[in-house]
C-alpha cells in the first residue's frame, strides 16, 4: 500500500462526567486528525492482530494481502491505529500515552466512525485531545421585549386588577423606568394614572382587540 495521507474532522465531540451519581454530558469541540496509511512492513508487524478479523472462507494470504492499516495522528501526535481488511469492520487500537501501549477500543463501519471511537476512547481512559476551535459557553438568549405600545396608545386592560378588568385605558412607559412595562392613565382630559408596573401581557391595544372580535365572529 502507497504512503497516503487524509485529514479528517470530527465534529461536536461529547464527554460524559458522572459527579454524585449523576452523568452531564459536555460538548468538547471539534477535533481535526490525519489519517497516514501504514507500510506492508508496518502492518506485518501488526499481523498478530489483523490476521484474527480475518472474514470465515477468506484464504489467510489473501487476507493479509487485503488489510490496510492507518496511523491516527493529531498534528504529529499518535492518537491510535485502524485497521480494516476486505469486507471487515475498522477496527480501532487507541494509543495511552502514559503506558506507551495499545487498548482495543472497538470496531466501526467506517474510518470516520474508528476516528471518532479512537477519540471518545481516549477521552474516557482521561487524555484529552486540543480542539480545533473552542465551543462558545452555552447562553441563555438575551429576553426579547415584545412589542411595544407608543405613548397614547388606546388598551384594553385584562390584567389581574380587577376594579379596572375591561376598562378602556392609555399606556405610556411606567415613571420607575425600570420595570419595563407601562403606567396607564384614563383617556379622558384628567389624565389620572390608575396603575404603575402593567406588564405587556396584560394590555391589547384597542384596535386589535376589535380586529379579533371580527375575526371571531
Known sequence: M????????????????????????????????????????????????????????????????????????????????LFQGAGTLVHAEVYIPPADDFLTAGRARKLRHGVATLIHARLAAGHDLPVDVAPEPV??????????????????????????????????????????GYQLYTHDDRRAVVAHHVRHTSVTAVQEATDALVVAA
Open 139 to 180: 447562553r441563555d438568549p438575551e429576553p426579547a421585549r415584545p412589542s411595544w405600545y407608543r405613548d397614547g396608545t388606546e388598551v384594553l386592560y385584562h390584567g389581574s386588577l380587577h376594579q379596572l378588568r375591561g376598562q378602556v385605558l392609555r399606556t405610556e412607559e411606567c415613571e420607575c423606568f425600570e420595570c419595563d
Open 2 to 81: 502507497s504512503a497516503r495521507e487524509i485529514t479528517l474532522t470530527i465534529r461536536d465531540i461529547t464527554e460524559g462526567r458522572r459527579t454524585a451519581g449523576l452523568l452531564s454530558i459536555y460538548t468538547v469541540g471539534d477535533v481535526t486528525v490525519t489519517l497516514r496509511g501504514m507500510s506492508r512492513d508496518e502492518l506485518q508487524e501488526w499481523e498478530w492482530l489483523t490476521d484474527g478479523l480475518a472474514l470465515d472462507g477468506v484464504d489467510l494470504d489473501t487476507h493479509r494481502l487485503a488489510m490496510n492499516g492507518w496511523k491516527v495522528l493529531h498534528g504529529e501526535e499518535l492518537v491510535g491505529l
